[in-house]
């Protein structure tokens, strides 16, 4: 909770520093780190409770709808497009005006998602009663309902943690995605001691997801009101900035829903191609074409953008979000030179993490499943398939660390419209590539065209917005990149070394030893290599700060 004194100061500018940068990333990535590890948690109970198989393959579809709009309303497009208009109110104006059009926007956006929630519900209750459905795709109907209502909160949620951002706040807002995996925990839990009946567990856990929306929502509320820095009464003075909000996120909406579309597209083919267990025929027959993928591709998809989602999150993401305030006031005061040092030193943490995690991922996905998914009805074969998907998406860590850091460079300086372009360039590539190699490799290939797509958007953004402000710190981008790739080259062979001279065998310690031993070395290695060529990256995020 923020002391007197820094309540005190909230209202002054705040100048972040080279320590204040990093000590923010490692602020908010040990608290994503705790959210990713429970989220872990969840995964791996709803994967030893479930199985790889129809159920959860459904569920995971239906949820991703709700968190679709959280990923393109809460914390993405209006995230950055509200941002800037707090800072810019709350600077050059009044703490009352900021927050008038906080309440503002906030009645809004709750006002535009309960509509969406109420039509949505709606066309559900007239489906389930007008057609006759398969089990699946009513299941899947069925638990779509239930979460839709989820998006109001968490969404609500992500607006109040952008405004805590606005006030160098990171810690509680951080803490909010471990409330949902808390909730999400119990509710696996529940569903395991009342139930024995696969449908209606997979509803109570859908229960839940809501009601930790609600909790969500409070947590980041209740800390906005400590700091005095709440919902007005006066919002209808804010109203005017409304619209300028919604105009700022729509082409951002745009740009991130076509991220977006490739993760739900890549769900929905796994889902409907796929041959329902026991037999039966895919949902994809309806359109004459026959399934051949197998039940669980969809699950192991999702296990396998978890995986990799856990350094975005913790690193990425958790970056993005320190540096996006720091950038946009650099932006705002025409500090471009400040900007492009700042940009280029996020560039140079992610090169010195993501690679190393990419090549971890890869090497190591094997191992990694066998300990933490294949228990209960996860089996060996659901294992195999989700292995190979970790480590195909593991190649892509670097490219989806650095889209995060990059396109929040150009949110900052007010372009929202270069990401946009650039992203449907990635979708329309993705498409193809998803074509081309979901018959001959499978749901693999589904994966790997999500990861190439990524690839070339970063090749395209990067070269962008050097363009459009000026020549980043190049030569020490290029001293990090190289000083990396002679550690992660080292930190593979010792990874291999292990693996390769070690006979494990098939127990629960075996499996353990199995992933942590090439995991130590390979990090050991790692660490001792960057020491010896001096990279100040792995140094910085390292060090305790002292005062």
């Known amino acids: 909770m923020p002391s007197e004194e820094q309540e005190l100061t909230l209202e002054a500018p705040v100048q972040e520093t080279k320590n204040g940068l990093v000590r923010n990333l490692r602020t908010v990535g040990l608290a994503t780190l705790l959210s990713r590890l429970l989220g872990l948690a969840r995964d791996i109970s709803m994967a030893t409770l479930f199985g790889a198989g129809t159920t959860l393959d459904v569920f995971i579809v239906a949820f991703r709808l709700p968190n679709l709009t959280r990923q393109l309303f809460g914390e993405g497009a209006l995230t950055t497009a509200f941002l800037p208009v707090f800072i810019r109110e709350q600077t050059e104006r009044s703490s009352a005006a900021a927050r008038a059009t906080l309440t503002s926007v906030a009645i809004a956006l709750a006002s535009f998602l309960s509509l969406i929630v109420i039509l949505s519900e709606a066309m559900i209750a007239w489906a389930l009663f007008s057609f006759e459905l398969s089990e699946s795709f009513t299941l899947m109907l069925q638990l779509l309902a239930i979460m839709l209502p989820y998006m109001i909160f968490i969404c609500c949620a992500a607006l109040i943690s952008a405004a805590l951002h606005a006030l160098k706040v990171f810690l509680w807002p951080a803490l909010v995605p471990v409330v949902l995996n808390v909730i999400w925990l119990t509710g696996v839990l529940i569903a395991f001691m009342v139930t024995q009946d696969e449908n209606l567990r997979i509803r109570i856990v859908a229960i ?20 005095k820095m709440g919902l007005s009464r006066n919002w209808r003075t804010g109203w005017a900035k409304v619209s300028e909000v919604i105009l700022t996120m729509l082409p951002v909406v745009a740009g991130l829903a076509v991220i977006q579309v490739n993760v739900i597209l890549d769900s929905i083919m796994a889902w409907g191609l796929a041959v329902p267990e026991g037999g039966g025929v895919a949902p994809s027959a ?18 396998g953008q978890r995986m990799y989602q856990f350094p975005l999150g913790v690193f990425g993401i958790a970056l993005g979000t320190v540096l996006f305030p720091l950038l946009t006031q650099h932006a705002q005061s025409g500090e ?3 900007l492009r040092k700042d940009l280029s030193k996020g560039l140079r943490l992610t090169i010195a993490i993501a690679l190393p995690a990419s090549a971890g991922l890869f090497l190591l996905a094997s191992p990694l499943t066998n300990l933490l998914f294949r228990h209960g009805e996860f089996t060996q074969e659901d294992s195999m398939l989700t292995a190979n998907m970790i480590a195909t998406y593991g190649c892509g860590v670097w490219a989806y660390i650095g889209l995060t850091v990059l396109n929040r460079a150009f949110y900052a300086t007010g372009d929202r419209m270069t990401p946009m372009r650039l992203g449907v360039i990635a979708l329309v590539f993705n498409l193809i590539m998803n074509i081309a190699l979901v018959i001959p490799l499978k749901g693999v290939g589904l994966a790997l065209g999500s990861v190439l797509a990524a690839a070339t958007q970063l090749t395209l953004t990067t070269w962008k917005i050097n363009q459009q402000i000026g020549s980043l710190h190049w030569d020490e981008i290029r001293r990090t990149l190289i000083q990396t790739l002679i550690a992660t080259a080292t930190m593979v062979v010792a990874c291999l070394t292990v693996l390769s001279t070690l006979d494990f065998g098939d127990t629960m310690a075996s499996r353990f030893l199995e992933l942590m031993l090439p995991l130590i070395a390979g990090a050991f290695s790692y660490w001792f290599v960057a020491k010896l060529l001096g990279m100040s990256e792995v140094e910085e995020l390292l060090k305790r700060e002292r005062g």
Do not use: D, K, W
Not at 286 to 300: C, D, H, M, N, V
């Open 208 to 227: 839940t997801i809501t009601v930790a929306g609600v909790f969500q929502c409070l947590l980041p509320f209740y800390m906005l009101h400590r700091m």
């Open 286 to 303: 309806s359109l004459g074409i026959e399934g051949f993928l197998s039940a669980g591709t969809a699950t192991g998809l999702y296990i």
């Open 336 to 338: 471009i030179a400040a």
